[in-house]
């Protein structure tokens, strides 16, 4: 039998065997299809001294409880509905231009701020494992690209160097991206390397950041799907995202308005975080 690696064990007790909330570390997780009608009226529970759901649950038969019990544990959440809802989740697509004419859009699942910019951070920096399960939570709110499936798309997941990944000892995307293609069920693709003569992105200006990026991805073979999924974990200017993108794109149909041969690929990118709400 395969072992499971550390920050999987954590995953799972999480899930399955430790569920309380990831954030405030008070309220019980509940069924993501839940989390907007768990908060139960308090004069309800104070009068009758049980939770609703339990009162409710007494009119169902026993494998009725058993079955709806399983559901729930199979489908929890990792952040009790108060936390949940205290995060804006999904802002609006953000746009960056990969090609004459042609855009890349991304989707984030929330803002770069509090709580979810701290745990990236501790996850990224100091390998806080303890991190991951409000991260995997995050991830769970990006929707499935309409139409993509394991048959027709890949994840192509933000590519790290040799140099990078033996200075922090492990890759933080490659992890969150296995964990989102497990909860889209659709494949990762690794035919893309990172050029090791690039330098962090942090701290960069927009026009450093697109100057520090060109010729940063190369090719090591073509997709055998016309549907790529770009990830990364946060995007600021979505400068790393363009350029992963036009690494699927000839150079010269990036500045051309005739040559089309960069269609024959639809790319869409998706992140962690990005920007603020103010």
């Known amino acids: 039998m395969r072992r499971l690696a550390p920050y999987q064990t954590g995953l799972w007790l999480a899930e399955y065997i430790d569920m309380r909330c990831q954030l405030c570390r008070i309220y019980h997780s509940t069924p993501q299809s839940k989390l907007l009608q768990h908060q139960a009226p308090s004069s309800l529970q104070g009068i009758t001294g049980t939770p609703p759901t339990r009162i409710a ?6 494998l009725t409880d058993i079955i709806h019990q399983a559901n729930s544990y199979l489908s929890s959440g990792l952040l009790c509905a108060y936390c949940h809802n205290d995060i804006t989740w999904l802002p609006r697509l953000f746009e960056v ?3 004459s004419s042609v855009s890349l ?3 984030a699942s929330t803002y770069y701020e509090y709580p979810i910019r701290q745990a990236i951070r501790a996850f990224k920096h100091q390998e806080d494992m303890t991190k991951l399960p ?6 769970r709110q990006l929707p499935r690209p309409h139409g993509c499936h394991r048959n027709n798309s890949v994840i192509v997941a933000m590519p790290t160097t040799n140099q990078r990944l033996a200075k922090r000892g492990f890759d933080p995307v490659s992890i969150l991206s296995a964990q989102l293609s497990k909860h889209w069920q659709i494949p990762i693709w690794q035919g893309v390397k990172r050029i090791d003569d690039t330098v962090s992105q942090q701290g960069l200006t927009r026009a450093e950041r697109l100057s520090n990026l060109n010729n940063a991805f190369a090719l ?5 799907v016309k549907r790529l999924l770009l990830f990364d974990d946060v995007s600021t200017t979505g400068a790393s995202l363009q350029a992963l993108a036009r690494a699927f794109i000839p150079p010269a149909a990036v500045k051309s308005t005739t040559d089309n041969s960069y269609s024959s690929y639809q790319i869409s990118a998706y992140v962690l975080a990005h ?4």
């Open 105 to 107: 859009s991304i989707q």
């Open 97 to 99: 231009d990969i090609a």
């Open 220 to 224: 090591i073979k073509k997709p055998s």
């Open 275 to 278: 920007g603020s709400k103010s």
């Open 57 to 62: 649950s007494k009119k169902h038969s026993f």
């Open 134 to 139: 409000l991260l995997l939570h995050a991830l």
